[in-house]
């Protein structure tokens, strides 16, 4: 399989780009020496910068990337980019005081803001809409979680217009759900084609001055450069932007845990499968359960449609075989139909997925260490399109040394503690993966909460 089908292949979204051949870029010619070194050519690293060659354009900057731009979760994800951000809002809040937490989710309702107006001073084609994002219930236990959900959002400081509970009838006139008794609804969510807006945000990069060395392999990052089979690239500042990817350098195992997420889409359904639907308004859509799924109504009218539940893979392992899972995927079609009768006989025609980056305590977290010049940002937790702009806007305030309200957020300089070591890690993970599933399984059947279930899934997730 040439480069071009083995990228597109990864998603529906790089399967989209008919006008962007999928090539790698050049890669390094041989050692070199910058002011800032970025690894990962992901939004992480893209957004990093490009917010640094904006505030400096004189500033030398260096993406490498063993892959191609997008290549990861920043072209295979649900195209949401929410102001969701991985946090332990108490655990914040006992470190850095009550407004902490809330100042970090009231930088990410802007940062929603902030991603469409760069993408649209830049030129930058990605479909971003911002329509808000809605969470369906269909039953009276999943109701009582989600109405416990606003509760706790509005003791941090989220008023109706940040997120408010919509009746049956109310929702059913965004979006007809089998079985639908009541939605949430936040407006700080946009709806994107996530592969155009990195490999976009990557030719804007390259437009400011800034190479992007593709099919270059970092194989060590360390105080003063990242080492790669083309020579060392020497740098003040290096940055660690590779998510779960990161996993596989040394030293980095216990970082983060690569848990996959997987999807489907299926064909561009017809206009009386549409009127059947509703959901003209673009809001993307999740579904309340243990295992959570989340959707959106692409340009081209299909479905595309996510969700957890794939197996933990023993030593962190990350592999092209592991973005397809014939149980996970099966699983998800299955939900799909449930949800969206009208869709349920439509083909499904591209199935994939990719690994998450998970901290141990589910907070997301960027930083910089000015003794050993090294920088880091991630453990999204599946909720990066927006976060990685934060992030990328808050190293760069960071590597220049600007005291700004970005670097004072709680996250700044947070340090996760590692994961536990095999097997133990193996065993509580996919322990939990499948209490998950089994509490919805007996919430379905019972109509009570998995009370025992669910206080074990909260300690575990860290809500």
Known sequence: MTDPERYRSRSLWLDGLADDPLVPRPALPGPAEVDVAIVGAGYTGLWTAYYLRRADPGLRVAVLEREIAGFGASGRNGGWCSAFVAMDREGLAARAGRGAPIALQRAMFDTVDEVGRVVD???????????????????????????????????????????????????????????????????????????RLVRGLARVVERLGVPIYEATPVTRIRPGRADTPHGPVRAEVVVRATEGYGTALPGLRRSLLPLYSLMVATEPLDEAAWKEIGWSGGETMAAGGHLFTYAQ?????????????????????????????????????????ELLPAAAGARITHRWGGPLGIPRDWTSSVGLDRDTGLAWAGGYVGDGVGTANLAGRTLADLIAGRDSDLTRLPWVQHRSRPWEPEPLRWLGVNAVRVLAGSADAAERRTGRPARLRGRVLDRFTGD
């Open 121 to 195: 001073r830049e030129g930058v084609d990605c479909h971003y809409r911002k329509a808000g994002a809605l969470q369906v219930v269909t039953s009276p236990v999943q109701l009582a979680r989600l109405e416990e959900g606003i509760g706790h959002a509005r003791r941090w400081g989220m008023g109706p217009d940040d997120l408010v509970l919509l009746s049956r009838d109310e929702a059913e006139r965004r979006v007809r759900v089998a079985g639908l008794l009541a939605a949430s609804f936040t407006p700080h969510c946009a709806a994107l084609d996530p592969a």
């Open 297 to 337: 109504r692409t340009r081209d009218d299909r479905v595309a449609f996510g969700g957890r539940g794939a197996p933990y893979h023993y030593g962190s392992r990350i592999r092209p075989a592991y973005d397809r899972d014939e149980g996970v995927h099966g699983r998800l079609e299955a939900t799909l139909a």
